[in-house]
C-alpha cells in the first residue's frame, strides 16, 4: 500500500572514506530536492536523521522558513514539498515515531552499492509495497554508505543503481530521486 512509505536521510552512523564510523554534514541541496522528490512520489514523511544538536539546529531553521516562515507564503509549492519533511536523532527514533503514527513497525529497507544476501530487484519490492499493509522506512546513506549494522538490520536491500561504467558514485538525491521513480513511478 503506496501510502505507507517514509524515507529517512541517515548522517550518522555512516561510514567516510577510510571507513570510520562518522557523522556527516546535513546539506541544503538534500534538504530542498529530497522533499521535493519525496512529495512527487507520495512519500509519507522524510526524515534527516542527525544526532548533532548543532546540525539539527539548522536544519530545523531552514525547515521552519519554508514550513511557516517567509518562505512558506513566497513559495507555496516549496512548504507543500517540506509539509512531511522533519529532523530526528536517530533511526530508532525514526522507528519509534512512525510506529507511533501507524501503529507498528516499519519494515527497514537499505540501499546500497554492493550485492548482499537479501537484496532485492525494484520491481520486486515494488510489488511488496503495491500489495501488502506494511510499513516501508527506506534508508539511505550519506558519506560512503550505512554501517554494517545498519545494514543488517533492514528486511531487503535494495539491488545496487548500476550506470553504463566503471564509475559508481551518484549523489544521494539523485540515487533517491532514480530508487523511487523505479519503486513509485507509472511504470
Not at 13 to 20: A, F, G, L
Not at 72 to 100: G, M, P, Q, W, Y
Amino acid at each position: 500500500m503506496r501510502e505507507n512509505i517514509y524515507l529517512g536521510l541517515v548522517h550518522y552512523p555512516v561510514y567516510n572514506k577510510k571507513s570510520d564510523v562518522v557523522c556527516t554534514s546535513v546539506t541544503n541541496f538534500d534538504i530542498h530536492d529530497i522533499s521535493r522528490t519525496c512529495k512527487t512520489y507520495d512519500v509519507k514523511g522524510y526524515h534527516i536523521i542527525v544526532p548533532l544538536d548543532a546540525q539539527k539546529e539548522l536544519t530545523n531553521r531552514i525547515l521552519g522558513y519554508w514550513q511557516e516562515g517567509f518562505g512558506a507564503n513566497h513559495n507555496k509549492d516549496r512548504e507543500e514539498a517540506f509539509s512531511s519533511t522533519c529532523v530526528s536523532e536517530s533511526i530508532e527514533k525514526t522507528i519509534e515515531l512512525i510506529e507511533k503514527e501507524e501503529g507498528k513497525k516499519p519494515l527497514i529497507i537499505t540501499t546500497s552499492a554492493k550485492i548482499y544476501p537479501n537484496s532485492i530487484s525494484y520491481k520486486d519490492l515494488s510489488e511488496k509495497i503495491m500489495d501488502d499493509d506494511n510499513v516501508y522506512l527506506l534508508l539511505f546513506g550519506t558519506g560512503w554508505g550505512l554501517t554494517e549494522e545498519v545494514m543488517n538490520s533492514s528486511k531487503y536491500i535494495l539491488e545496487p543503481i548500476r550506470g553504463n561504467t566503471k564509475y559508481n558514485h551518484l549523489s544521494v538525491r539523485s540515487a533517491v530521486s532514480i530508487i523511487l521513480d523505479r519503486l513509485l513511478g507509472e511504470n
